[in-house]
Protein backbone atom coordinates (compact mmCIF):
# COMPACT_ATOMS: atom_id res chain seq x y z
CA UNK A 1 0.00 0.00 0.00
CA UNK A 2 2.76 2.68 1.20
CA UNK A 3 4.68 2.62 -2.33
CA UNK A 4 1.20 2.78 -4.43
CA UNK A 5 0.69 5.67 -1.90
CA UNK A 6 4.06 7.49 -2.64
CA UNK A 7 3.65 6.61 -6.66
CA UNK A 8 0.26 8.83 -6.68
CA UNK A 9 2.19 11.49 -4.48
CA UNK A 10 5.06 11.58 -6.94
CA UNK A 11 3.21 11.40 -9.88
CA UNK A 12 0.66 14.59 -8.47
CA UNK A 13 4.03 16.87 -7.78
CA UNK A 14 5.00 15.85 -11.24
CA UNK A 15 2.32 16.87 -12.76
CA UNK A 16 2.37 20.16 -11.04
CA UNK A 17 5.29 20.80 -11.99
CA UNK A 18 4.43 20.10 -15.96
CA UNK A 19 1.38 22.24 -15.10
CA UNK A 20 3.90 25.46 -13.67
CA UNK A 21 6.49 24.91 -16.59
CA UNK A 22 3.78 25.10 -19.03
CA UNK A 23 1.53 27.82 -17.77
CA UNK A 24 5.02 30.01 -17.69
CA UNK A 25 5.40 28.61 -21.34
CA UNK A 26 2.24 30.05 -22.43
CA UNK A 27 2.35 33.34 -20.49
CA UNK A 28 5.75 34.04 -21.81
CA UNK A 29 4.69 33.07 -25.44
CA UNK A 30 1.91 35.19 -25.05
CA UNK A 31 3.68 37.94 -23.55
CA UNK A 32 6.41 38.05 -26.35
CA UNK A 33 3.97 37.76 -28.94
CA UNK A 34 2.18 40.82 -27.26
CA UNK A 35 5.68 42.97 -27.33
CA UNK A 36 6.75 42.14 -31.04
CA UNK A 37 3.22 43.33 -32.05
CA UNK A 38 3.62 46.39 -30.58
CA UNK A 39 6.92 46.65 -32.33
CA UNK A 40 5.12 46.06 -35.29
CA UNK A 41 2.24 48.78 -34.17
CA UNK A 42 4.78 51.72 -33.37
CA UNK A 43 6.59 51.05 -36.68
CA UNK A 44 3.52 51.17 -38.83
CA UNK A 45 2.97 54.74 -36.74
CA UNK A 46 6.35 55.80 -37.82
CA UNK A 47 5.13 54.92 -41.32
CA UNK A 48 1.97 56.81 -41.42
CA UNK A 49 3.64 60.18 -40.02
CA UNK A 50 6.40 59.82 -42.97
CA UNK A 51 3.56 59.23 -45.53
CA UNK A 52 1.73 62.30 -44.26
CA UNK A 53 4.99 64.61 -44.35
CA UNK A 54 5.20 63.55 -48.00
CA UNK A 55 1.68 64.07 -49.03
CA UNK A 56 2.05 67.40 -47.38
CA UNK A 57 5.64 68.11 -49.30
CA UNK A 58 3.75 68.38 -52.48
CA UNK A 59 1.09 71.02 -51.50
CA UNK A 60 3.82 73.37 -50.18
CA UNK A 61 5.90 72.87 -53.89
CA UNK A 62 2.53 73.76 -55.78
CA UNK A 63 2.32 77.04 -53.38
CA UNK A 64 5.94 77.97 -54.13
CA UNK A 65 5.82 77.40 -57.77
CA UNK A 66 2.86 80.08 -57.64
CA UNK A 67 6.09 82.89 -57.14
CA UNK A 68 7.77 82.82 -60.67
CA UNK A 69 10.95 83.84 -59.86
CA UNK A 70 11.53 81.14 -56.83
CA UNK A 71 14.33 79.08 -57.63
CA UNK A 72 13.88 76.22 -59.56
CA UNK A 73 16.68 73.95 -58.32
CA UNK A 74 15.56 74.02 -55.15
CA UNK A 75 11.89 72.40 -55.95
CA UNK A 76 13.47 69.87 -57.66
CA UNK A 77 15.97 69.37 -55.11
CA UNK A 78 12.74 68.40 -52.99
CA UNK A 79 11.06 66.91 -55.98
CA UNK A 80 14.21 64.41 -55.81
CA UNK A 81 14.10 63.57 -51.96
CA UNK A 82 10.52 63.73 -51.80
CA UNK A 83 10.62 60.27 -54.63
CA UNK A 84 13.83 59.03 -52.94
CA UNK A 85 12.10 58.89 -49.57
CA UNK A 86 8.68 57.84 -51.07
CA UNK A 87 10.69 54.50 -52.62
CA UNK A 88 12.14 53.50 -49.34
CA UNK A 89 9.36 50.60 -48.47
CA UNK A 90 9.80 48.54 -45.35
CA UNK A 91 7.56 45.56 -44.56
CA UNK A 92 6.47 45.40 -41.35
CA UNK A 93 6.90 41.85 -40.13
CA UNK A 94 10.86 42.24 -41.01
CA UNK A 95 11.49 45.97 -39.91
CA UNK A 96 15.63 45.71 -39.44
CA UNK A 97 17.81 48.14 -38.08
CA UNK A 98 19.30 48.47 -42.03
CA UNK A 99 16.12 49.42 -43.42
CA UNK A 100 15.31 51.58 -40.65
CA UNK A 101 18.24 53.27 -40.84
CA UNK A 102 17.93 53.47 -45.27
CA UNK A 103 14.16 55.35 -44.46
CA UNK A 104 15.72 57.52 -41.57
CA UNK A 105 18.07 58.71 -44.13
CA UNK A 106 16.04 59.14 -46.60
CA UNK A 107 13.54 61.48 -44.57
CA UNK A 108 16.45 63.50 -43.05
CA UNK A 109 17.38 64.11 -46.55
CA UNK A 110 14.07 65.54 -47.14
CA UNK A 111 14.19 67.06 -44.01
CA UNK A 112 16.88 69.23 -44.91
CA UNK A 113 15.99 70.00 -48.35
CA UNK A 114 12.69 71.36 -47.15
CA UNK A 115 14.03 73.21 -44.33
CA UNK A 116 16.36 75.19 -47.27
CA UNK A 117 13.12 75.74 -49.14
CA UNK A 118 11.48 77.15 -45.98
CA UNK A 119 15.00 79.39 -45.46
CA UNK A 120 14.77 80.51 -48.91
CA UNK A 121 10.60 81.23 -47.96
CA UNK A 122 11.92 83.81 -46.08
CA UNK A 123 12.79 86.33 -49.05
CA UNK A 124 9.65 86.18 -50.32
CA UNK A 125 7.24 88.08 -47.69
CA UNK A 126 3.90 87.75 -50.46
CA UNK A 127 4.34 83.89 -50.00
CA UNK A 128 4.71 83.55 -46.69
CA UNK A 129 1.94 85.90 -45.75
CA UNK A 130 -0.10 83.69 -47.97
CA UNK A 131 -3.49 81.70 -46.51
CA UNK A 132 -2.55 78.42 -48.53
CA UNK A 133 1.28 78.68 -47.30
CA UNK A 134 0.18 79.08 -43.70
CA UNK A 135 -1.94 76.73 -43.66
CA UNK A 136 0.62 74.21 -44.77
CA UNK A 137 2.73 75.51 -42.51
CA UNK A 138 0.78 74.40 -39.80
CA UNK A 139 0.29 71.11 -40.94
CA UNK A 140 3.05 70.35 -41.58
CA UNK A 141 4.73 71.18 -38.04
CA UNK A 142 1.69 68.96 -36.60
CA UNK A 143 3.54 66.38 -38.42
CA UNK A 144 6.86 66.94 -37.38
CA UNK A 145 5.61 66.42 -33.74
CA UNK A 146 3.67 63.10 -34.71
CA UNK A 147 6.88 62.05 -36.47
CA UNK A 148 8.84 62.76 -33.37
CA UNK A 149 5.85 61.49 -30.97
CA UNK A 150 6.55 57.90 -33.45
CA UNK A 151 10.02 57.68 -33.57
CA UNK A 152 10.05 58.04 -29.39
CA UNK A 153 7.06 55.53 -29.05
CA UNK A 154 8.67 53.13 -31.71
CA UNK A 155 12.13 53.51 -29.87
CA UNK A 156 10.55 52.73 -26.33
CA UNK A 157 8.32 49.47 -27.90
CA UNK A 158 11.73 47.97 -29.26
CA UNK A 159 13.37 48.42 -25.73
CA UNK A 160 10.81 46.95 -24.20
CA UNK A 161 11.11 44.41 -26.59
CA UNK A 162 14.81 43.76 -26.30
CA UNK A 163 15.02 43.83 -22.81
CA UNK A 164 12.43 41.00 -22.27
CA UNK A 165 13.93 38.85 -24.59
CA UNK A 166 17.42 39.22 -23.10
CA UNK A 167 16.14 38.72 -19.59
CA UNK A 168 15.99 35.34 -17.97
CA UNK A 169 14.30 33.13 -17.95
CA UNK A 170 12.39 34.84 -20.49
CA UNK A 171 15.51 34.27 -22.62
CA UNK A 172 15.00 30.32 -22.37
CA UNK A 173 11.30 30.78 -23.85
CA UNK A 174 12.04 33.75 -26.62
CA UNK A 175 14.79 31.52 -28.12
CA UNK A 176 13.01 28.14 -28.17
CA UNK A 177 10.04 30.18 -29.99
CA UNK A 178 12.42 32.42 -32.40
CA UNK A 179 12.15 35.83 -30.89
CA UNK A 180 15.58 37.21 -31.07
CA UNK A 181 16.95 40.62 -30.14
CA UNK A 182 16.17 43.24 -32.49
CA UNK A 183 19.71 44.22 -32.85
CA UNK A 184 20.79 47.79 -34.32
CA UNK A 185 18.08 49.06 -32.51
CA UNK A 186 19.11 51.77 -29.48
CA UNK A 187 17.22 53.71 -27.27
CA UNK A 188 16.34 56.83 -29.16
CA UNK A 189 18.15 55.94 -31.92
CA UNK A 190 19.10 59.14 -33.66
CA UNK A 191 16.38 61.27 -31.68
CA UNK A 192 18.88 63.75 -31.15
CA UNK A 193 20.88 63.89 -34.68
CA UNK A 194 17.56 63.07 -36.67
CA UNK A 195 16.56 66.52 -39.09
CA UNK A 196 13.03 67.78 -38.02
CA UNK A 197 11.37 70.25 -40.60
CA UNK A 198 11.22 73.88 -38.79
CA UNK A 199 9.47 77.41 -39.45
Do not use: C, H
Not at 60 to 70: A, D, L, P, Q
Not at 96 to 109: G, T, V, Y
Not at 156 to 178: D, Q, W
Amino acid sequence: MVPLKKNRTGGFIIGGIILVIGIFLITTYNGLVKKDEKVKLQWNEVQNAYQRRLSLIPNIVNVVKGVSEFEQTTLEKITEARSKAASVNINTNAVSADEFNKQAAAQDELAAVTNNLIIRIEKYPTLKGTAAYSGLQTQLEGTERRIKVARKDFNEAINSYNSTVRSFPTKLVSGMFGFTEKKGFQSDTGADKSIEIKF
